[in-house]
Each structure stands twice: as structure tokens, then as C-alpha cells.
């Protein structure tokens, strides 16, 4: 047992007491089949509103292998994968959902990769985005387009399923930031990475936590904390503008000089209404960057702990 590697597993729950005894008894199958390997289920429980935390404990009270970790309330999934970096204990560390959506047996290939091959990250990639709408795999495309560019990785397909030595969750376990995106993260830390690839499962049982509105919302604050890229786009309408603007200066001459110059009023609206529209929009994002600004200056918790196990 002593020369065994422990494989911590990182588990972030909201409202999934249906899940979590299907989820415990799947790992334990698979455990058992990785030769060599002992595992810590740490379960970090999100400030949900149903038994989830009673459900642990239930399990906690047998095996002395999971552990919990439950906040005083929902801080969110990005504040659960990092309070569960900061308590894990074993050799390296896999990140996946209560909800079996990352089908367990992936595990088996990712620790191979790790204690066999050497790899450091092991990216779990999904083969297929499930069942989506097709607005939602536009807006997708789009978000991890401009996060790719930020980390200079295809992300397109990459999910929080990944295997992480214990090198690297020392490294994200120090970072001080408070507005994370650990997706992105996991790439910028660096260190040998591979992939596996996995078919996302259907839910075992519960619906899923993600409205379209907090879907949105998360994706703006990613994407605000882990790129330039909208502050650039400000600078790309700003010159849009001026070109614009000369477009029609030089038209209006040119209307001057051969007599045809109309009336200015429509020109002057769509100009007056395209650029308070453009200056608006722009403020809003400099306004979301200031906001994160002051998010960081204040200095509070990323997450407060209510309980533990």
C-alpha cells in the first residue's frame, strides 16, 4: 500500500444528491482495475440546496477515502475546482463532474499516460459537444475562438476532464488571483501534455445547473480575465469609425463640388447613432475590466468554507 500512488479526485457538486452514490460506486469499479493506484475522492460541495452534503457524509462515514469540502454558500464551479487544487493530497489529480458526464473509465488511460509515459497534463477532449442547440454551438465557437487566441492552444473542444501531476496543481494551488478560468489556466501553467479523448455521457439522473443567461455570464467573465482581445476589438471599431467618418466627409465634398449635395440631416443621424452606439459599447467593456480590477483590489476570498469532512 505504501509504494501504491494516490490519484486525488477533484469533484465539484451543486444539487447532485442523485448523483453522488452512482458517482462513488462507479469510481470505486473503476479504481479497482488500476493496478498500482489508491485514490481520495475530495467532493467540494458548492453551497448546494438539497442533500448533497448529507449524501458525503453518509459515504464519509464508510470510507475513509472521501473527503468533503462544503462552502458557506454558491461561490461557483471555478471557486470549487480550486478550494478542491488547494486540499488534495495525492501524487496527481483528476477534475471531473458528479454528474458522470466524464465517463470514470477514462481514468484508467489518463493515469497510464501519467505514471507510464510522463505526462504532466492529460487533456481530456471531448469527440462530440453532445446534445446542443445550434445557437449555443455558434456562441461556443465563437468563445473559445477568442480564448484559443488569448492561450495560443485550440480549446475548442477541451473540457475541465484532465489529469494533473501534483507539479502542476503546486503551481495553480499558489496563484493569488481571485477571477480564474481554470480551462485556460491548465494550458498557461505549461508543463508535458498529451490528450485522450472521450465521448460525453448523458446526465445520470437531475437536469443540468447551466442556464443560457449564467452560460453567457461565465463566458464573458472568462473571457474578460483571460484575454485582451475585447479591448483590442475597442481599438478596431475606433478605427472603423474614423474610416467611416472620412468615407463620408470625402462623399460629402465631392457632393459639394459638382452641386448634389443633399440634405445632411439622414448622414448626420446614422453617424450620431453609429457612434454613440460604438462609444457605449465600449465603456461597457472597459467597464466589465475596471469591475474585475476592483474585484481583485478588494482582496476577499475566492470562497469561504462552511464545513468539512
Known amino acids: 500500500m505504501e509504494n501504491k500512488k494516490i490519484i486525488s479526485l477533484i469533484v465539484p457538486c451543486y444539487n447532485e444528491e442523485t448523483n453522488v452514490v452512482p458517482f462513488y460506486e462507479e469510481i ?63 501524487d496527481c489529480a483528476v477534475i471531473l463532474d458528479a454528474d458522470l458526464q466524464h465517463p470514470p473509465a477514462v481514468i484508467a488511460e489518463m493515469y497510464k499516460k501519467w505514471a507510464e509515459e510522463g505526462y504532466e497534463v492529460i ?64 494550458f498557461w501553467v505549461g508543463f508535458k501534455k498529451t490528450t485522450v479523448y472521450y465521448e460525453v455521457q448523458n446526465r445520470q439522473s437531475g437536469v443540468s445547473k447551466w442556464s443560457t443567461k449564467s452560460l453567457i455570464r461565465y463566458a464573458i467573465n472568462n473571457v474578460i480575465c483571460f484575454s485582451n482581445t475585447p479591448l ?3 481599438t478596431g471599431v475606433g478605427i472603423a ?42 465603456l461597457g467593456i472597459i467597464g466589465i475590466y475596471i469591475g474585475q480590477i476592483y474585484d481583485e483590489i478588494k482582496g476577499r476570498p475566492q470562497y469561504i468554507v462552511g464545513k468539512k469532512l
Do not use: W
Not at 46 to 66: C, H, M, P, Y
Not at 133 to 154: C, P
Open 241 to 282: 469609425f474614423v474610416l467611416i467618418a472620412l468615407g463620408v466627409a470625402v462623399d460629402a465634398i465631392i457632393s459639394f463640388i459638382r452641386g448634389t449635395a443633399a440634405s445632411g440631416f439622414p448622414t448626420l443621424t446614422f453617424l450620431l447613432i453609429l457612434g454613440i452606439g460604438g462609444i457605449m459599447i465600449s
Open 123 to 186: 487533456e481530456g477532449i471531448k469527440t462530440d459537444r453532445g446534445k446542443e442547440s445550434l445557437v449555443h454551438k455558434l456562441f461556443t465557437k465563437i468563445f473559445y475562438g477568442m480564448i484559443s487566441r488569448a492561450v495560443g492552444m485550440d480549446m475548442a473542444n477541451s473540457s475541465d476532464y484532465k489529469l494533473l501531476d501534483k507539479k502542476v496543481i503546486a503551481e495553480l494551488a499558489a496563484l493569488k488571483e481571485r477571477n480564474t478560468f481554470f480551462r485556460a489556466l491548465s
Open 28 to 90: 470505486v469499479r473503476v479504481m479497482q482495475n488500476i493496478e498500482g493506484a489508491d485514490f481520495e475522492i475530495v467532493f467540494v460541495d458548492d453551497g448546494s440546496k438539497d442533500n448533497t452534503f448529507q449524501e458525503i457524509q453518509k459515504l464519509n462515514a464508510k470510507d475513509s477515502r472521501v473527503r468533503c469540502i462544503s462552502f458557506s454558500r454558491n461561490f461557483g464551479k471555478e471557486a470549487a475546482l480550486f478550494s478542491g487544487i488547494r486540499s488534495v493530497t495525492g
Open 232 to 234: 483590442n476589438i475597442i
